[in-house]
């Protein structure tokens, strides 16, 4: 301080002795603290604006309204194990997938689109109830709909009330599929008296929970599900800006042996384009082969689309967020700066165990 202010240290230290600051000549003292001294030695003090390597490479600014386009909804299925999950998914895709798309279910990204009624649903097809919320932990708002499996000959089981919740705490909104209508000991009104304990009311009783009764063996109520989510999706009015640098969530991520590190990536803004550089959780890369739900190559994906991508230098974690950006130097610099931010705070974590471990033994 003493060498900016061309003062000598001396001078300094009796200015701070005034303030009733006893400091050493090699002290640190505080902004406040230095300003009172500089300025009552006649020099001007301005806080210098410390920018992140953050915040200069992710454009974080808000989309002006003129720029937003609808964009379709992102919906996940949860329930309770058994309740038919998996196999009301697999009716979905099935259903939208056309006679001239031979084969193209084969292939299995995590996420994919299906078509209703001329438009586009992205259905997400996590493992579980633990990846939606490794999501949600990281900050990752991916879902707009979550649709509720539950079995009609069995009703609201523990898992169905855990996945009740976590749409709720992630302010989602729920559509009830009543599944297994086709059963003879299904009783969908039970369903729905279940329902209305957890705040769910239908809207055959007055209420705003639509609840749907399916059979994703049969096929019977599925394109009605379908229907009510284009309504719901609607009703939000979903938009989103194609024209900026992509962000998003990674679903999943695998190292395959031939082309290194695959990830299955939903586009949430802007458009990802082949050859863009980014940057998802703790890894950089550029995106090399770039492929639709239906196996396809594809140079760009827009909102809500999920595409799978190779290029990425490591294998980043389902739910890390990814960003396009522009410079590529800086995004190593942030991934380092990233690694190196994880790395302090385990050894933080680490000492405070030991500290608390060290007082449970006194
Ligand atoms: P998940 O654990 O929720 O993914 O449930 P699955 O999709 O694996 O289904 C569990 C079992 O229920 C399987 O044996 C399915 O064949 C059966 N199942 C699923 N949906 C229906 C349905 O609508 N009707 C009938 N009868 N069985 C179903
Ligand atoms: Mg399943």
């Not at 006679?99 to 292939?107: L, P, V, Y």
């Amino acid at each position: 301080l003493a060498s900016r202010l061309k003062a000598t240290v001396t001078d300094v230290i009796k200015k701070l002795m005034g303030l009733g600051v006893m400091a050493a000549q090699n002290q640190v003292i505080d902004f406040d603290t230095a300003s009172i001294v500089a300025e009552e030695m006649g020099a001007k003090v301005e806080k210098e604006v410390v920018v992140t390597i953050e915040e200069r490479l992710i454009d974080d600014s808000e989309d002006n309204a003129d720029e937003l386009v609808s964009r379709s909804p992102v919906v996940v299925v949860m329930g309770h194990v058994d309740h038919g999950k998996t196999s009301l998914l697999d009716r979905i895709r099935h259903a939208s997938v056309t006679a001239t798309e031979a084969g193209g279910i084969t292939q299995h990204i995590g996420a994919y689109t299906v078509e209703a009624d001329g438009k586009q649903i992205t259905f997400l097809d996590t493992p579980g109830h633990e990846a939606f919320t490794a999501m949600r932990a990281r900050g990752a708002a991916v879902t707009d709909i979550v649709i509720l499996v539950v079995a009609a000959d069995d009703g609201i089981m523990p898992q169905t009330v855990e996945a009740i919740n976590h749409a709720k705490a992630a302010n989602v909104q729920i559509i009830v599929a009543i599944n297994k209508i086709d059963k003879p000991h299904a009783n969908p009104d039970k369903v729905m008296q279940e329902l209305t304990e957890y705040n769910l009311v239908p809207e055959q009783w007055g209420g705003d929970t639509i609840c749907c009764p399916v059979s994703a063996v049969t096929g019977e109520g599925i394109d009605n599900l379908l229907e009510m989510v284009n309504l719901v999706a609607e009703v939000a009015d979903l938009k989103a800006n194609p024209n900026r640098l992509a962000k998003g969530t990674v679903v999943e991520a695998r190292l395959d042996k031939g082309r290194g590190p695959v990830a299955t990536l939903l586009v949430q803004n802007g458009t990802l384009h082949s050859g863009d550089v980014i940057i998802a959780g703790m890894t950089v890369g550029h995106v090399r082969v770039m492929t639709n739900d239906k196996g396809a190559v594809v140079n760009e994906a827009g909102p809500s689309t999920p595409v799978e991508i190779t290029g990425l230098a490591e294998v980043p974690a389902a739910g890390d967020i990814f960003n396009a950006v522009e410079d590529e130097r800086l995004a190593r610099e942030l991934v380092e700066q990233r690694k190196f931010d994880q790395k302090e705070e385990q050894f933080k974590q680490y000492q405070k165990v030991t500290l608390d471990n060290l007082f449970s033994q006194i």
